[in-house]
């Protein structure tokens, strides 16, 4: 079992950063691919970003490639989301999951065994 909690959300003005966190607790960190998804109203939550379990790989939506970095720091089983030149298009609730295996990363809501509550991120235009 993990546990995961999300933090660092807010409003922030288009053009502007944000930087969530995702603390995990429970069983070894290093064991889970780490990835964030994201829930705008009335819509589907979508994949975002992804991030192997050593964090020497990593993936990203084409929508946020370029402007978003995901990382990681093992021995403070936390992972990262980087978020700058922020869009109002961004606006949602951001979820972090956890994945467990050292396989490969994933991009589907199904491929994750457990999830955070979620922070909510709202841009301004």
């Known amino acids: 079992q993990v546990q995961l909690v999300e933090s660092g959300g807010g409003l922030v003005q288009a053009g502007g950063s944000l930087r969530l966190s995702c603390a995990a607790s429970?069983?070894?960190?290093?064991?889970?691919?780490m990835g964030w998804f994201r829930q705008a109203p009335g819509q589907e939550r979508e994949f975002v970003a992804g991030?192997?379990?050593?964090?020497?790989?990593?993936d990203y939506a084409d929508s946020v490639k370029g402007r978003f970095t995901i990382s990681r720091d093992n021995a403070k089983n936390t992972v990262y989301l980087q978020m700058n030149s922020l869009k109002p298009e961004d606006t949602a609730v951001y979820y972090c999951a956890a994945k467990y295996g050292l396989g490969s990363l994933g991009r589907f809501e199904k491929e994750y065994d457990y999830w955070g509550q979620g922070t909510q991120v709202t841009v301004s235009s």
């Open positions: 991030i192997s379990w050593s964090g020497g790989s990593t």
């Open positions: 429970g069983r070894t960190f290093s064991w889970y691919v």
